[in-house]
């Protein structure tokens, strides 16, 4: 699995040739993303969630990107998220956040 580039926002998930979803990633400044509108085909295992996460994470870092948002609106994501080392920031605003590093 790896990640597309196709515009300044918008990313491909790929497995070989074939498109298994596409997310938004939008700068917000000061080094941070904001991880928006996550969508993957209905064959992606709840595994396979958990590596598109790391995937995003890992590509994160190799850019150079400080930070990753993440609004979450699911008991099921918040689980996700804090399984992949996000934090909760904003309990009203559902803010999770990601700190890449870089050592």
């Not at 491909?12 to 969508?39: D, T, W």
């Not at 064959?43 to 870092?61: D, T």
């Not at 909760?88 to 803010?95: I, N, T």
């Amino acid at each position: 699995m790896y990640i597309e580039k196709m515009d300044e926002k918008l990313y491909y998930l790929k497995e070989g040739k074939r498109k298994i979803g596409h997310f938004h990633l939008s700068a917000q400044g000061n080094g941070a993303f904001k991880l928006e509108q996550l969508h993957v085909v209905s064959q992606v295992s709840p595994s396979q969630v958990l590596g598109v996460f790391e995937l995003i994470q890992y590509y994160a870092q190799a850019q150079k990107m400080d930070e990753i948002h993440v609004d979450s609106h699911s008991g099921a994501l918040d689980h996700i998220l804090q399984h992949q080392r996000f934090e909760r920031q904003d309990v009203e605003k559902c803010l999770w956040i990601y700190r890449v590093n870089h050592n």
